[in-house]
């Protein structure tokens, strides 16, 4: 009796998830008040299906030596393969009105890939306009396909739901049975007794398994949240593709560890399972009552209530449970998009550190000009000779370094010694208003140094 409810979640499940994978045709439009740009394209391609891309270029006002170009690019593991690469318009002066409205067809290879992205570049006598984005995901099966293996089961939905109809019939028929069973309660008063330390039982263990639902939903919650970060930035971290590939492997190792909690999950669900088909084999031999006959000390009408409220309770639970293994299959593709915001978090502490830096600057000048104020004569009629000052010579090198991985770079032996820095030593990064990159020395003041000491 358990296997057509478990069934019967796992098709909902489906139903649920699988249209949340399909992306309609998305239409875009680019302008700057001067020239207006609309694209509409697929958001899912297939490797060697064409696409078609429909481009219309209208001038919003009077234009000169205008020039579009759109360029398409297909993305694979290891490689990109440029799919257009052209002008749709040269050299157009005039304008109010459509320049341009076209559909593009574009056939992306037969090896599978990840995305597609584009880039349009707009220039014209007054302005211009550039704006990269993502296109679409390149998927191994259309939503059509997908759309007839989920119709298959609806079907199969369907015949589970004339069972639970006749289930339901064979409650009614336990509801009428009831009021002859109110004469032998008195001799059922032991074996409630028995059947409600079942029940707590089996309330204890929904109780876990609702926690542990919870706790799945409210990191779904964050991973999406992280996931909107994510493609807002992903123009900018784009360049650390290559470093987060490698980081792959371990979100397979967290996929397999999540295969391993739903099947712990789906061994306890079978556990609640057998004790349900337990519990109504008792009733069966009790003249069929009905399961909520474990309401305490009440009638039995009122027990047959709560058990019924018990078992929709478990199917909900187990309806949960069962969306976190589809969840599962996202989770190689969410957590790269997790490693990018931890880089973003990393960028986020380094401007915090050059924040504070600029800070402790501005506490200092208020000191250097009150003890530039106690040198001053005392007298007006007094002048105080002051010491000559030789400039003192300054050590200057010019190196041309070039920028490692991780945007790391290598200072000079010469410039390290000169500067008195070791491994392990501090500085501070300084960009100016002119664009120039100046590095220092980081010392640390005596509060400083005081405050760690009696933090230890």
């Given amino acids: 009796m358990s296997k057509p409810w478990y069934v019967l979640a796992l098709l909902l499940t489906l139903a649920l998830f699988i249209p949340s994978i399909h992306a309609e045709a998305f239409t875009m439009s680019i302008n700057d008040d001067s020239v207006k740009i609309d694209l509409s394209y697929p958001t899912e391609v297939k490797p060697s299906t064409c696409f078609s891309i429909r481009v219309d270029v209208t001038a919003l006002a009077a234009v000169s030596n205008l020039n579009v170009h759109l360029k398409v690019v297909y993305h694979a593991d290891t490689s990109t393969m440029t799919l257009y690469d052209a002008y749709l318009v040269t050299s157009f002066t005039g304008g109010p009105g459509l320049v341009y409205s076209g559909v593009l067809t574009l056939c992306p290879p037969s090896t599978l890939g990840t995305l597609v992205s584009a880039k349009i570049t707009v220039t014209y006598a007054s302005g211009s306009l550039l704006q990269e984005f993502y296109m679409a995901s390149v998927r191994s099966k259309y939503y059509s396909e997908v759309t007839a293996e989920l119709d298959a089961a609806k079907s199969t939905i369907s015949t589970l739901q004339s069972e639970v109809s006749s289930l339901r019939s064979t409650v009614e028929t336990l509801r009428s049975e009831v009021n002859r069973l109110k004469d032998d309660i008195s001799k ?7 059947l409600e330390l079942e029940n707590e039982l089996l309330k204890y263990k929904l109780t876990s398994a609702e926690t542990l639902n919870a706790q799945l939903k409210e990191r779904l919650s964050k991973l999406e949240v992280e996931l909107s970060s994510v493609r807002n930035s992903y123009l900018d971290l784009s360049s650390e593709y290559a470093v987060l590939q490698d980081r792959y492997d371990s979100l397979l190792k967290s996929e397999e560890s999540l295969r391993q909690k ?5 061994s306890d669900y079978n556990s609640l399972s057998k004790d349900y088909t337990m ?7 009790l003249k069929k009552t009905y399961q909520d006959l474990q309401a305490r000390y009440e009638s039995a009408l009122e027990k047959i209530g709560s058990l019924q409220k018990s078992l929709k309770e478990s199917e909900e639970g187990y309806k949960a449970l069962s969306q976190q ?3 599962a299959s996202w989770e190689k593709t969410i957590v790269i998009w997790v490693a990018i915001a931890q880089a973003a978090g990393i960028a986020g502490f380094v401007f915090t550190r050059v924040s504070g830096f600029f800070k402790k600057v501005m506490t ?28 003192e010579r300054m050590f200057v090198v010019d190196r041309l370094q070039k920028v490692l991985s991780g945007r790391r770079i290598s200072i000079p032996a010469e410039v390290a010694e000169k500067m008195g820095l070791v491994e ?3 500085v501070i990064v300084r960009l100016t208003e002119d664009g120039t990159l100046t590095v220092r020395r980081a010392e640390e003041s005596a509060e400083n140094k005081t405050n760690e000491e009696a933090a230890k």
Avoid: H, M, R, W
């Avoid at 104020?373 to 010491?387: I, L």
């Fill in 364 to 391: 200092k000048k208020p000191e250097q000009a009150a003890k530039a104020d106690s040198k001053e004569p005392s007298c007006e009629g007094e002048k105080v000779k002051e010491p000559e000052q030789k400039p």
């Fill in 424 to 426: 392990g030593s501090k």
């Fill in 325 to 327: 293994y589809a969840i």
């Fill in 188 to 194: 059922l008063n032991k074996l409630i007794n028995e």
């Fill in 279 to 285: 519990l109504t084999t008792l009733y069966n031999e």
């Fill in 262 to 266: 739903y099947e712990s999950l789906s």
